[in-house]
């Protein structure tokens, strides 16, 4: 087993397919398949399971993939202190639900970054496939929230999976409204203010269930509703049609303009915002100084940052 195997490895969980990683490194499939045979057989185990589909890492494959990252991770680091070498195109990829704070925190991450290459993704995503991804190993963690409505559910799919939530902080309901929006003077608003007004929410594709919704009271009847894939049209569409969303009220203006504002919903429920992770992995270097980043800049939004230790039994 070589160093240069093991980073194979990882291209390839990072890429999502052998296909990719190969063009990324600048090899041919063939070869590339054939390095991961080679790794497959010396360590006794399968490391990727292969279908019609493509392929995802197997349970060996994920505490295989832990080992390797700290392995790359530390003889990178020794390279450096010792050689002076350059290092290594930095690799690092997150699923979230559309949380302004999540994207702030990514931005803050790639700032801090001490290097002259990275290649890292942020997938702003549905409910179900942000699970899949961090189950699948196509990011190192995942933003969501929880709350009474959707816990069970939600829980009982993240043990089936090996995975694991973290909570970061509660957030009261708000709704995002216009700045223009006729109720925006309004210090708290009823939901049943907003009858009138188009209701947005994100389309959760063929996992359309009401317990993987980003809003919540999404078992509420609206009578005008309007789904979006993307944070950018929904913003749009709060402006032009003076709709709104319900959200966690943690609205960034740098990123999002003075366009959009946040407003207190009454209303008892709430939002216990996390991450999730996969169990049979650990985080990267990159992964923790994100989670680090994400809690800092939740603490400058007046929020009290949930700490493990303090989370109840």
């Known amino acids: 087993m070589t160093l240069q195997q093991l980073k194979y490895i990882l291209t390839i969980v990072s890429s999502g397919s052998i296909s990719e990683a190969a063009k990324k490194l600048y ?17 006794g185990i399968e490391i990727f399971v292969r279908s019609s589909k493509g392929i995802v890492l197997s349970v060996d494959g994920a505490e295989f993939l832990s080992y390797a990252r700290q392995v790359v991770e530390q003889a990178e680091l020794l390279e450096q202190r010792y050689t002076n070498r350059k290092p290594s195109k930095k690799l690092f990829s997150i699923s979230t639900q559309h ?16 290097v002259d290459e990275y290649e890292c993704t942020l997938r702003e995503t549905r409910t179900y496939e942000i699970i899949e991804d961090v189950r699948h190993m196509r990011s190192e963690l995942g933003v969501l929230y929880l709350n009474d409505f959707n816990r069970k559910v939600i829980q009982k799919i993240l ?29 708290m608003l009823r939901i049943e203010d907003l009858d009138d007004y188009p209701s947005l929410a994100f389309e959760q594709g063929e996992y359309n269930s009401f317990y993987f919704s980003e809003e919540i009271l999404s078992t509420r ?17 709060l402006i032009g049609l003076n709709g709104y969303t319900i959200s966690s009220g943690v ?28 169990e049979k ?12 980043i994400l809690k800092s800049v939740i603490a400058d939004f007046g929020y009290p940052v949930i700490h493990e230790e303090d989370e109840p039994n």
């Open 221 to 237: 009847a609206h009578k005008k509703k309007i789904l979006v894939s993307d944070r950018a049209t929904l913003f749009n569409l």
């Open 281 to 292: 992995a650990s985080l990267s270097r990159l992964a923790k100084d994100y989670v680090r």
């Open 27 to 43: 090899i041919s499939q063939p070869s590339l398949s054939s390095a991961v045979k080679e790794i497959e057989q010396e360590m």
């Open 159 to 187: 043990r089936d999976n090996e995975l694991r939530f973290h909570p970061l902080f509660v957030a009261e309901a708000h709704v995002f409204i216009s700045s223009e929006h006729p109720l925006a003077s309004k210090q």
């Open 251 to 278: 609205l960034n203006k740098d990123l999002n303009g003075e366009q959009i504002k946040s407003v207190r919903l009454h209303t008892e429920e709430n939002m216990q915002v996390g991450y999730i992770t996969n």
């Open 99 to 114: 949380y302004a704070f999540s994207v702030q925190a990514f931005v803050s991450l790639l700032k801090e970054l001490n």
